[in-house]
């Protein structure tokens, strides 16, 4: 038996069977479950998962039989807790699992030696063409091994599952004001109550208790105008770390920075909280977007979330806007703002330029090649 750090134990099962080993840590898990934990007056639950791979010595490496036994580890976790899963081979699960450790340690590669890339995609307005309004959000990609780019989707989900999140969110910051500094200070000169740059936070980032402190420090080093910088929350983070997301945006928000609820209405929250965020925009959730133009329930839903944010003083940015069919409906409900491949590609962050701020928008290209 043995500690591996943190939470996770190892322990090596001399039994004749699988069956055996199966009864034994049934019964572990019941001991455990059975055990009262009591701190200040509180009792507590104990839960416990437990990952199981056989072993034959002569055939694999410890290691490989360890690594084997924590993917079934982490299984059983996702699978709700309290209970065992032995590792069979070619389980799409396991395989998809197996995907996401590599990814980890290629995520970790990166904030090493620095293999992310940001661009930066505009965010134009619907109700002016006058280019001081053009705002740009900030994507990353990650360069694998191979010199290829990794798209969001592919290896944020991982990134936050192994709370990686807030260490790539940090890298994305440092790397923004360190290449833009000079930009931001300018546009700021000019348009100092807008934005120029929007900036994603994942949910544990919110939830870290060094971020606030981390972000002003990077402000105050690069002499970051902070009425530059608009931070993005998603609705479901907020909302489940209501209070450090609250804190968080009266901190900033103190200081000249702008707050957007993204990705609004995909959660189950109420528009309450709205008010109790204090944001300045609302993202609305690009699978409504998408089929604004087509679909009478996603219009009622865009126009809905678009109506109640202008009620509360909010202005609306619509996402996914990829065609003119999206952009002319979306324009007809009123929203503020689109950002999409419809309206604006993104270009290389370090590509961005700012001779002057009215050149701005400038920078909505032509499609490519996502």
Not at 25 to 47: K, N, P, Y
Not at 159 to 172: F, G, K, N, S, T
Not at 191 to 196: E, G, I, K, Q, S
């Amino acid at each position: 038996m043995a500690r591996l750090g943190g939470d996770e134990f190892a322990a090596l099962l001399r039994v004749r069977d699988l069956d055996a080993a199966i009864d034994l840590c049934e019964g572990l898990m019941q001991t455990v479950r059975g055990f009262l934990f009591t701190w200040q007056h509180r009792s507590l639950d104990i839960a416990t998962s437990i990952g199981m791979a056989p072993w034959d010595p002569l055939a694999e490496s410890p290691d490989e039989a360890l690594c084997r036994a924590e993917m079934a580890c982490q299984l059983a976790k996702r699978g709700g807790r309290n209970r065992i899963h032995v590792y069979r081979d070619g389980e799409a699960e396991l395989i998809r699992l197996r995907g996401d450790m590599h990814l980890v340690s290629t995520i970790n590669q990166a904030l090493s030696d620095g293999s992310f890339t940001l661009f930066a995609q505009p965010i134009v307005p619907l109700a002016s063409i006058h280019p001081t309004e053009c705002h740009f959000e900030i994507l990353v990609r990650m360069v694998d091994d191979k010199g290829t780019l990794v798209a969001p989707a592919r290896f944020i989900p991982a990134a936050e599952h192994y709370i990686l999140m807030p260490a790539v969110d940090r890298w994305i910051i440092s790397r923004l004001f360190a290449l833009q500094a000079e930009n931001l200070r300018t546009w700021h000169r000019a348009n100092p109550d807008r934005f120029l740059f929007a900036v994603n936070l994942s949910g544990t980032t919110v939830t870290d208790d060094g971020f606030l402190r981390f972000v002003k420090r990077q402000f105050d080093e690069w002499q970051i105008p902070y009425p530059s910088i608009c931070f993005e929350i998603t609705e479901t983070a907020a909302v489940g770390s209501l209070e450090q997301a609250r804190t968080l945006i009266q901190d900033l928000s103190a200081r000249g920075c702008r707050f957007a609820l993204d990705d609004f209405g995909t959660g189950l929250s109420s528009y309450a909280y709205l008010r109790a965020l204090g944001v300045h925009y609302l993202k609305i959730d690009g699978t409504f977007v998408r089929g604004v133009a087509t679909d009478d329930i996603d219009r009622a839903m865009v126009e809905s979330i678009n109506h109640i944010g202008h009620i509360l003083g909010l202005q609306t940015i619509a996402e996914w806007v990829e065609d003119e069919d999206t952009l002319a409906m979306v324009r007809a409900l009123r929203l503020d703002y689109a950002q999409g491949y419809g309206v604006g590609a993104a270009i290389p962050l370090a590509d961005f330029t700012l001779a002057h701020p009215t050149t701005a928008c400038r920078f909505c290209r032509p499609k490519h090649e996502r």
